[in-house]
């Protein structure tokens, strides 16, 4: 049966591919942000060009709409949440919040972390550029369990890789690479937790009023070993180029890669829930969306981007 869905955000990455598919399945969607960075939709997606954070704008929306199900892909402070915190209660069926990887404060583990072993306390052993990113992931999750209401479902995601991805993290190591120099990376990273974005949108679409979902927290992530990522998207030469230095020493020295990794993570519990995934191999993903990356984002001038120097520099203070 056909169903009416609002998505908060939707403009770039998978919300909008989320948006795609589930517009091709039937759904009537709806898209809501400001237009910043997509002002253009295909006639199947309806697009409310506004401000999340305005409350007026929201009134509207909502005074004339019911969802089915409401998917949230870009709050990331507690008070967003707020906002909608009525309309989540009486406007909708499902809300569905993206949550991170990140909110259980590590970059690695040695085993696969279970959700419940999230606990919004530091240890100091967290990268420190992201720490507040990860602290207000975590406490929109809390303000979603107390707004009342119980057809809530978090999913906790890790890195999202894939064509589209604007963030550029593929051609970040590419540039490195064709540069001749050595990268840069903690040596405590061993296996990481990403995912490609086809298979978080079907996920999220499998995950939409699913009532075995409804008060549940819920961990998405397709492990992989580092080297294992690098040698199926750069080839097996480019890991004679990677460097490994304590995380606290990169840290402490003012330098961090523009993205966290994410530990592995425990998906027994979801599978459980809406059936096994199977998750798209590195070999099918990789190398084509490095190629999307370089057709699409390879003049992109982020400034974190920039810090080539410094990573040079401490490459060669670790060689001694």
Avoid at 28 to 57: A, C, M, Q, T
Avoid at 97 to 112: G, I
Avoid at 187 to 213: F, H
Wanted: with cysteine; hydrophobic share 35%.
């Amino acid at each position: 049966m056909s169903k009416k869905v609002l998505i908060l955000g939707g403009a770039r990455f998978h919300g909008f591919q989320l948006a795609k598919k589930l517009s091709s399945e039937g759904n009537l969607v709806y898209v809501l942000n400001r237009g910043n960075f997509r002002d253009k939709y295909p006639s199947s997606i309806n697009f409310l060009k506004g401000d999340r954070e305005d409350p007026l704008f929201l009134k509207e929306i909502f005074s004339r709409n019911y969802f089915d199900c409401i998917f949230d892909n870009n709050a990331y402070l507690p008070r967003q949440i707020g906002l909608i915190s009525d309309y989540i209660k009486n406007k909708c069926n499902h809300y569905i919040f993206t949550s991170s990887a990140s909110v259980y404060l590590k970059n690695f583990s040695d085993h696969l972390l279970t959700e419940k072993e999230a606990t919004g306390i530091s240890n100091g052993n967290y990268n420190p550029f992201f720490e507040q990113y990860a602290l207000n992931k975590f406490e929109c999750e809390n303000k979603i369990k107390k707004i009342g209401g119980k057809k809530y479902t978090i999913l906790r995601t890790p890195n999202v890789f894939g064509e589209g991805d604007f963030s550029g993290k593929l051609i970040f190591f590419n540039t490195r690479i064709e540069d001749g120099g050595n990268i840069l990376l903690e040596k405590e990273v061993n296996q990481v937790g990403i995912i490609y974005v086809n298979d978080l949108v079907n996920i999220l679409a499998k995950t939409m009023n699913c009532e075995r979902c409804f008060e549940k927290t819920l961990n998405i992530s397709c492990p992989t070993f580092i080297n294992n990522f690098f040698s199926e998207i750069y080839g097996e030469k480019c890991l004679e180029k990677l460097t490994f230095m304590s995380s606290k020493e990169m840290w402490g020295n003012n330098y961090s890669l523009p993205f966290e990794w994410n530990p592995p993570l425990e998906t027994s519990l979801i599978q459980s829930l809406i059936g096994e995934t199977n998750y798209t191999p590195i070999s099918e993903w990789g190398k084509k969306t490095l190629v999307w990356e370089k057709n699409n984002l390879g003049d992109i001038k982020r400034p974190e981007f920039s810090n080539r120097g410094k990573e040079l520099n401490l490459i060669k203070k670790y060689n001694g």
